[in-house]
């Protein structure tokens, strides 16, 4: 191909491209210009304020003002408007001039009653939006023909302007969606923790409670069932009896705020000499919803066992049986509420000792205030306020009983004593445990067998032996003493030692006298 037809080629292209882009960038600035909505502008009645006038305008019937005083006023008409954000201070100056939401609540009250004439405070207002469109500046239009005094309470809206809370947003929400009851002992309630209302002070959420619920708002010092209303910065929690609603859960649902509508200023520029002007006003927007659930405290569950004082538990008429009982809850964060225990005794023959049944904290220490009643063998305890509430045993919770009672009749020799007691309280099922001992039969003593004396025996009449004397004549004889009969063997063997020892004398006897002659 020919050089020159290569570069006419690429001159073509070149202008192509530059064509192309010239097209899309005008299509693009069509299209921003078609985001803007048309609007209707009407230009009313004129308002006379210090030798100068002004006209009410309205924007689809909204009211409006102008602007930019020193300019020529636009002609009624269609036209294309700009969205302010609410960021801005323009916007928040519409809000709360005249015809704004804000305007009853903050402005209205701050001005001198000379200025809260219809006329009058359109015409101020109207300053007071010229002098913020203007940037503040102190050589605005919004101030031609104006007076000091006039001039000075133009500025001085404006600074209060600046000062007063944002536009309102309609969006609205709580610090947290999820919440788990607790055990608050000192207030003796179930609650939440804390839940901030986040949103607009002026704006508001009402949160439907079931019966039995309150909300406690902690911002207002205030405690409500049912419908109950909060504000944006409102800090609050729920509420409930520690006895109520075990187990159970409470959603909201989707919750809206007070203000579904949004705020939003429009600014119309009517040409490079024309007039803008200005207006605002509440629009239905879609917000995201709020909700509240919470999960109250489980049920409790009651445990209670039963001993009597001895192993074998085996007793006899007269003895006295102690018996402890120990009662616990054994659900993690659940709490029992006014626990009550009672016991009766199942088999006659047998008398419950009144002044020995004693309630006992985990500690083994006498609760001083829990109400006791005795009926015949049967008793029953409320554990009184200082231990109204039985938390769960891994927080070391629990109650103890002691009683006693004395095995007092015959009747139940041999048989078992039985006796039953019962657990209970307000929000939790009643439990039982039943004891039994054994009465021994008594033994009965055996008397003592006499043994048979044997016959005793009489000892034969034995003669003493007399021993003869050594080659001496014999004596003279002597008279034979007759044999005594004792029947005492003892007796006998004394008087045979006698008679051996006077032989004996006689004997010596004879040979002294021998010797001596």
């Given at each position: 191909m020919h050089m020159k037809h290569v570069a006419r080629l690429w001159r073509l292209l070149a202008s192509g491209l530059f064509l192309l882009l010239l097209s899309l960038a005008l299509l693009g600035l069509e299209e921003t210009e078609v985001r803007a909505a048309p609007v209707s502008l009407v230009q009313g009645e004129a308002v006379y304020y210090q030798g100068y006038s002004t006209h009410y305008y309205y924007i689809d019937g909204v009211l409006g003002y102008c602007l930019e005083p020193g300019k020529t006023p636009p002609s009624d008409g269609s036209y294309d408007s700009q969205v302010i954000d609410n960021s801005q201070l323009l916007s928040k100056a519409m809000y709360y001039v005249y015809g704004g939401p804000g305007y009853e609540t903050h402005m209205r009250p701050a001005l001198p009653e000379a200025w809260r004439s219809e006329a009058n405070v359109y015409c101020l207002s109207h300053c007071v939006l010229s002098y913020i469109y203007d940037n503040l500046s102190g050589d605005s239009d919004a101030f031609i023909g104006l007076n000091e005094e006039m001039k000075n309470q133009v500025i001085q809206c404006a600074s209060w302007i600046r000062g007063w809370p944002a536009i309102p947003a309609p969006d609205i929400s709580f610090s947290g969606t999820e919440f788990n009851s607790w055990f608050d002992r000192e207030g003796k309630q179930q609650r939440t923790d804390e839940i901030t209302c986040t949103g607009d002070a002026d704006n508001s959420i009402t949160i439907p409670l079931p019966e039995g619920v309150w909300l406690v708002n902690v911002s207002k010092g205030t405690k409500?069932?049912?419908?109950?209303?909060?504000?944006?910065?409102?800090?609050?929690?729920?509420?409930?009896?520690?006895?109520?609603?075990?187990?159970?859960?409470?959603?909201?649902?989707a919750l809206y705020g007070s203000r579904r509508q949004a705020w939003r200023t429009l600014v119309i520029r009517s040409g490079s000499n024309g007039q803008?002007?200005?207006?605002?006003?509440?629009?239905?927007?879609?917000?995201?919803?709020?909700?509240?659930?919470?999960?109250?405290?489980?049920?409790?569950?009651?445990?209670?066992?039963?001993?009597?004082?001895?192993?074998?538990?085996?007793?006899?008429?007269?003895?006295?049986?102690?018996?402890?009982?120990?009662?616990?809850?054994?659900?993690?964060?659940?709490?029992?509420?006014?626990?009550?225990?009672?016991?009766?005794?199942l088999t006659e023959g047998v008398k419950l000792q009144k002044n020995s049944v004693v309630l006992l904290d985990a500690h083994q220490r006498a609760v001083s205030d829990a109400v006791i009643t005795v009926e015949g063998n049967t008793y029953s305890i409320h554990s009184g306020e200082s231990l109204e509430f039985l938390q769960s045993v891994e927080r070391g919770e629990k109650f103890y009983v002691e009683y006693q009672i004395a095995i007092t009749d015959a009747s139940v020799i041999g048989r078992e004593i039985e006796n039953e007691v019962v657990v209970r309280a307000d929000n939790a099922d009643e439990v039982k445990d039943r004891e039994i001992v054994t009465v021994e039969e008594p033994e009965i003593p055996r008397e003592p067998e006499t043994p048979e004396e044997e016959p005793k025996e009489v000892p034969e009449e034995e003669k003493p032996v007399i021993e003869e004397p050594e080659a001496e004549p014999a004596p003279k004889p002597a008279v034979k003493a007759e044999a005594?009969?004792?029947?005492?063997?003892?007796?006998?063997?004394?008087?045979?030692?006698?008679?051996?020892?006077?032989?004996t004398a006689i004997t010596a006897c004879g040979k002294i006298a021998r010797k001596t002659k």
């Open positions: 409500k069932e049912g419908q109950v209303r909060v504000m944006g910065g409102d800090r609050f929690y729920l509420s409930a009896d520690v006895g109520m609603l075990n187990g159970e859960r409470y959603e909201s649902g803008d002007i200005g207006g605002g006003s509440l629009i239905t927007v879609e917000t995201a919803p709020a909700s509240l659930a919470v999960t109250w405290l489980p049920k409790p569950e009651l445990v209670t066992d039963k001993q009597a004082d001895k192993t074998g538990k085996s007793y006899k008429v007269g003895d006295i049986v102690t018996y402890t009982i120990e009662v616990t809850q054994r659900i993690q964060n659940a709490v029992a509420k006014n626990v009550v225990i009672s016991d009766t005794i005594v009969k004792t029947g005492d063997e003892e007796n006998l063997m004394v008087l045979i030692l006698l008679l051996i020892l006077s032989c």
